[in-house]
């Protein structure tokens, strides 16, 4: 297997090069490797993967709202590009999407066959990403996961554990509920999904669900800290884009196929034991 991997200095690129270090791998990402320019697809072609990992993309949630055409060019007109790549040389393409494509309007996990509707322009760049993708590539498998951390990239995980050392108290959003998910193991499972025959949409997150106050409480307990922290609504918060209330996703079809993922108190317990080295790291 040659596997190419867009977005490979991202947080989940840096994950599947770890998990993956075995393999043939071709690493693409910026500033050589542009997804809004269309000679991404002859860079694909010319490498000749027979699996792509489409891990690249833009992912700055407020960041959208203000630069909505270039959210739109690199998710949705990017993506596209790699599905035509993909099927020219009749291989196999997963592409890496969010929850953010629902609107957090079910009050149960939303399933695969669910139908997405965005309320931002991430969401909305994710989803048309989904569509070039499945439509421009026979052989595709979306896979949507969330509230994603890992080593490398600044994330929730990493901010929540600076600012607990540094502020006297936090205030976290509590009534947005979704599924942390660990890169590491996210990227265990799409390692498993390259040799699958599995099309269409899968979801694949940690197991169980909180809220981001929940899993800031938990952060700052296993940092042994006792810095407050304090619940508050998303309105209160005043982000730009808007965020789906509930965005758990349920994981019907990786069941079918593979244990899912650990819970994800135990998966952020495993991240936190490298705490002190993530701390000190650039990010
Ligand atoms: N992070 C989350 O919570 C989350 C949740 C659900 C789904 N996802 C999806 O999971 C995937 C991986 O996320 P991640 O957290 O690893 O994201 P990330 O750390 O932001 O990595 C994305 C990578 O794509 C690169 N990229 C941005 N614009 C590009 C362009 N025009 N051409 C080529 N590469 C470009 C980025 O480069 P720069 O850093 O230089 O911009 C970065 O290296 C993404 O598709 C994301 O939508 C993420």
């Excluded at 709202?65 to 270039?70: A, M, N, Y």
């Excluded at 993506?79 to 020219?88: I, K, L």
């Excluded at 901010?159 to 050392?165: D, E, G, H, K, Q």
């Excluded at 976290?172 to 799409?190: E, F, H, I, M, S």
Aim: charged share 20%; aromatic share 6%.
């Amino acid at each position: 297997m040659r596997i190419l991997i867009t977005g490979a200095r991202g947080q989940l690129g840096h994950a599947l090069q770890q998990t993956l270090s075995g393999e043939d791998l071709i690493l693409k990402d910026l500033p050589e490797f542009d997804l809004t320019q269309s000679d991404s697809e002859s860079q694909i072609v010319a490498a000749r993967p027979s699996v792509i990992l489409h891990a690249g993309g833009y992912t700055n949630v407020d960041g959208a709202e203000r630069e909505p055409d270039r959210a739109l060019a690199v998710n949705a007109q990017g993506t596209s590009f790699v599905a035509s790549a993909a099927a020219a040389l009749n291989a196999r393409l997963i592409y890496v999407s969010t929850d953010y494509v629902f609107d957090g309007t079910k009050a149960t996990p939303y399933r695969e066959e669910d139908v997405p509707h965005p309320i931002n322009v991430y969401g909305q760049s994710k989803h048309e990403g989904e569509i070039s993708a499945l439509t421009g590539c026979s052989d595709t498998l979306v896979v949507r996961t969330a509230w994603l951390y890992g080593r490398a990239g600044n994330n929730f995980v990493k901010t929540i554990m600076r600012l607990a050392s540094e502020k006297p108290f936090l205030e976290v959003v509590g009534d947005q509920r979704g599924c942390p998910t660990n890169a590491d193991d996210l990227a265990l499972v799409l390692k498993d999904l390259l040799t699958s025959d599995m099309r269409g949409i899968c979801h694949v997150t940690n197991t169980g669900d909180c809220t981001w106050y929940e899993f800031a409480e938990a952060i700052v307990r296993l940092m042994d800290l006792s810095t407050p922290v304090r619940p508050i609504t998303t309105a209160q918060a005043g982000r730009l884009a808007r965020r789906p209330a509930y965005s758990v996703l349920a994981q019907g079809r990786l069941g079918t196929i593979r244990t899912l993922l650990p819970p994800w108190q135990d998966a952020l317990s495993r991240f936190m034991r490298h705490a002190p080295r993530l701390a000190s790291a650039p990010s």
